[in-house]
């Protein structure tokens, strides 16, 4: 059974300081997800790293995935207030085979990383 | 906003009932995920449909059911509740079966509580 774990689960910053967020898992997969969720809100995507070695970057926020060490990090540079929210990665694998190809898009989350970003 | 729409927002009902969670994709996607998202559990898949089928399954409980209609909407149908059935349930899209990992769009969920 596919186990994703995120680390650290609470994460207090300090405007203007970098930290990184780890997510690691535990069965071979290529295909790592990243997301964002505030309070009482939905999902939204934020990386889509397909590849070992991949690279992804949008604002003050870095995406990366090492695919042998099975091992993805979210590297917060120069935190701003509006960076406060709860960060999933999610790990998607196979989930169904047939005459054309395989099937993906069961992701498998880690438990959420909630940043709070403070002055 | 992502484009896919979820029905109601919110759901309070007593234990035993019955209830259905509706979900339209984003216009063009084939594919539709349901979520369940709690304290205790956390984000969890349940079921994938591709174009009306089944296409996997999760830790989906014997008494919820989904289906995906030719219009490509999709319902899921929670029975006999359980006081720990409350949860936030979200429905996601994607164009295709995530053959070419494409992103999945999250609605904005329904928020069931059973007292």
């Known amino acids: 059974e596919l186990k994703v774990e995120q680390n650290p689960l609470f994460l207090s910053m300090q405007e203007g300081k970098n930290y990184t967020i780890y997510c690691n898992y535990s069965?071979?997969?290529?295909?790592l997800y990243w997301y964002r969720q505030d309070p009482g809100k939905s999902l939204e995507s934020l990386f889509v790293?397909?590849?070992?070695?991949a690279v992804k970057q949008e604002g003050r926020l870095m995406a990366s995935l090492d695919t042998k060490a099975r091992l993805s990090t979210l590297h917060i540079t120069a935190a701003v207030h509006d960076l406060s929210a709860t960060y999933f990665c999610a790990v998607d694998i196979p989930s169904y085979t047939y005459a054309g190809g395989t099937s993906y898009g069961k992701l498998t989350f880690g438990q959420g990383t909630i940043l709070t970003v403070h002055p | 906003d992502s484009g896919v729409t979820q029905t109601p927002k919110h759901l309070i009902t007593a234990t035993g009932q019955r209830v259905t969670l509706r979900c339209s994709p984003r216009?063009?996607?084939?594919?539709v995920y349901w979520y369940q998202q709690s304290l205790d559990q956390g984000l969890q898949f349940l079921i994938q449909?591709?174009?009306?089928?089944?296409?996997a399954k999760g830790n989906i409980l014997e008494r919820f059911s989904a289906q995906q209609f030719p219009d490509l909407h999709s319902e899921l149908n929670l029975s006999s509740l359980e006081l720990g059935d409350s949860a936030l349930y979200f429905c996601?899209?994607?164009?295709?079966?995530?053959?070419?990992?494409?992103?999945?769009?999250f609605g904005p969920g329904t928020r069931l509580t059973v007292l």
């Open positions: 216009s063009g996607d084939l594919s």
């Open positions: 790293l397909l590849s070992n070695g």
């Open positions: 449909y591709y174009n009306g089928e089944e296409r």
């Open positions: 996601a899209s994607s164009e295709l079966a995530g053959r070419y990992t494409d992103t999945q769009y």
């Open positions: 069965t071979t997969s290529d295909r």
